[in-house]
């Protein structure tokens, strides 16, 4: 449907992204702002929308019928999601790693993102309605990923999430300071592990609470010793479950 971003020259890091969606509208604010809207600018993702409905051979532009054996909503037909994404694969030569959004799939976490930041082609199938049928998993044969036990009423959401969590990690993305491989225990690893230590920036005192002191001590060592106390601290207290992993480096 129409290219977000402009598509590098150095097809070695970019990563080219395909959406397939009946609500492109969706997603223009999300690509258009942020780290998103910098790696496209940076030539290090192209974002292609991509219409559903382009593709129903329905003379009336359907793409959802009701489910056989009766039931509540309507369901995504075959024909034009299968044909929607064979021919949007056609439109490059790097084969594409599919992601069907779908509360049933794999949960997404840090250790999914970081796998699929390394594909240098992603293309996200978001369904709306009561979901696909049965057999487009069969045919197109994605990987099913879920962004929480909840239920949304399409794959829109989901795939702009997905798509937040893994652009940040395509290398160059956030630039050299802030890479989350740059620092021994970098942002992304204490995600990973666990919960993240407490950030304080300027004033050194607001009502009445003062920042730590050894942050303002300029010994580092210090500081990062601090820092992954906290860190443990934090997610003893609020994700026991991650706490455990953590202590348990064989379960990471
Ligand atoms: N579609 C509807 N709900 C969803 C969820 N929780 N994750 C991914 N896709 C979805």
New binding site residues.
């Given amino acids: 449907m129409q290219a977000v971003a402009a598509e590098s020259g150095d097809r070695g890091s970019c990563m080219r992204v395909d959406i397939i969606t009946l609500f492109p509208e969706m997603f223009t604010g999300v690509l258009a702002a942020s780290i998103l809207k910098r790696a496209g600018e940076k030539g290090l993702a192209a974002y292609h929308l991509h219409q559903m409905r382009d593709y129903t051979t329905d003379p009336h532009g359907k793409v959802d019928d009701r489910p056989y054996g009766g039931g509540a909503g309507m369901v995504l037909m075959c024909q034009p999601v299968v044909d929607a994404v064979n021919a949007v694969e056609k439109m490059d030569l790097l084969p594409s790693r599919r992601v069907l959004?779908?509360?049933r799939?794999r949960r997404l976490d840090q250790k999914l993102a970081k796998e699929l930041a390394r594909e240098p082609r992603l293309m996200l199938v978001a369904g709306h309605y009561e979901g696909f049928d049965e057999r487009i998993g069969q045919l197109i044969k994605p990987d099913e990923?879920?962004?929480?036990d909840?239920?949304?009423s399409?794959?829109e959401l989901?795939a702009m999430v997905l798509l937040d969590a893994v652009v940040r990690l395509v290398p160059g993305v956030l630039g050299d300071e802030t890479s989350p491989h740059s620092e021994s225990f970098s942002t992304d690893e204490l995600v990973e592990g666990g919960l993240e230590y407490p950030h304080y920036t300027r004033p050194r005192e607001y009502d009445g609470l003062p920042v730590p002191e050894v942050l303002l001590s300029g010994d580092h060592a210090q500081i990062a010793r601090w820092r992954r106390m906290k860190a443990q601290e934090i997610t003893a207290r609020l994700r026991p479950d991650l706490s455990v992993r953590m202590e348990s480096p064989a379960a990471k």
């Fill in positions: 959004l779908s509360p799939g990923v879920s962004i929480g909840y239920v949304l399409g794959g989901a």
